[in-house]
């Protein structure tokens, strides 16, 4: 199994790629990395015609939603060379891994993207109680980017159940970026 920055199952990171930033789950199973990419993302394009990916660990939950629904300044990116490649990092991730990628599968929705770990990098090693509201920040935002493509009502209910436990257990930041997520389903 490999041992580094990601865990074992999928990771919720923000993956930059050229100067695009994008929530992403990386799956690490058997030693082995990938993501899915759905084709209407600017992280498949990017991917696929550069060729690598950045995972940036951060606990940031207005980064998140941010990321999600709009873009990010020049000025949040920091180049990296890696690997021989010019790679681009957040300014202010906690931890970051660099990426080599190699679209592998195709399906009529997305693509299956290979990853090699060529570099990992920690700058802020904090111990982060578990808050449930960040948690549920990240599921909301999840499916509130599906809800933006599909518009499934039954969407909206797990949305709000999520926004409950957000009002009841997160701090500032996430109260925050919970405004930020209603902004962009009103
Ligand atoms: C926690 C989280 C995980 C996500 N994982 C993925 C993923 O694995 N693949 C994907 O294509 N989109 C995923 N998304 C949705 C993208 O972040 C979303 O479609 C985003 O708008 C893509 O931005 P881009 O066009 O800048 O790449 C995820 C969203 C969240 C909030």
């Known amino acids: 199994m490999a041992v580094g920055l990601l865990k074992d199952g999928i990771n919720e990171v ?3 790629t050229a100067s695009n930033a994008a929530p992403i789950g990386i799956h690490l199973r058997d030693g082995g990395y990938r993501a899915v990419l ?3 993302s600017h992280t498949r394009q990017n991917v ?4 690598w990916l950045v995972a940036n660990i951060i606990h940031d939950p207005v980064i998140y939603v941010r990321t999600a629904f709009s ?3 020049a000025d949040a990116f920091v180049r990296e060379d890696i690997g021989g490649m010019e790679m681009y990092r957040l300014e202010g991730a906690e931890a970051w891994a660099g990426f080599s990628a190699r679209i592998r599968r195709r ?3 997305s693509v299956v993207a290979e990853l090699t770990l060529l570099e990992e990098f920690t700058a802020d090693p904090q111990v982060l109680p578990v808050n449930r509201g960040f948690n549920s920040i ?5 499916h509130a980017t599906r809800y933006r493509l599909f ?4 969407l909206t209910d797990l949305i709000e159940y999520h926004a409950g436990i957000v009002r009841k257990c997160g701090g500032v930041r996430e109260l925050e970026a919970l405004d930020l997520l209603m902004s962009y389903l009103s």
Do not use: K, N, S
Request: aromatic share 4%; charged share 25%; no cysteine.
């Open 38 to 40: 759905f084709l209407g």
């Open 151 to 154: 518009h499934d009502p039954g």
């Open 71 to 73: 873009d990010l300044p």
């Open 107 to 109: 399906t009529t929705g």
């Open 14 to 16: 923000i993956a930059t």
């Open 48 to 51: 696929e015609r550069d060729g």
């Open 138 to 142: 990240i599921d909301a935002t999840v």
